[in-house]
């Protein structure tokens, strides 16, 4: 049964409004949504333009912050390093 517009409503306020999903591909080709979690390992882009030389690469969630309508991520790379509050655009399940 479809939730109604009160519920949707109540799940976003209580999510913080985040719907930020990652798709993962299973081992049998199928395909899921799933929500970034604190301990998940995860791919943060690089983000290299003038004025800003931040490489990404591989680093566990540490803390989640809803802002407005979007999450920000704190992660500790793998190689060495931390940082915090990236955008979600910029973080996907590993």
Known sequence: MPMSREE?????RLDGG???ASTVVGQDG???QRQI????IVNVASRTWPGINKPGGVG???NITPVDNS???DVTYV????????????????
Do not use: C, H, M, P
Request: a positive charge; glycine letters at 10%.
């Open 8 to 12: 949707r409503s109540k799940k976003r």
């Open 18 to 20: 985040n719907s930020v």
């Open 30 to 32: 199928t395909t899921v």
């Open 37 to 40: 979690a604190v301990g998940d």
């Open 60 to 62: 566990l969630v540490t």
């Open 71 to 73: 999450v920000k991520y």
């Open 79 to 94: 190689l060495g390093g931390r940082e915090n509050g990236i955008d979600a655009q910029f973080v996907q399940l590993n």
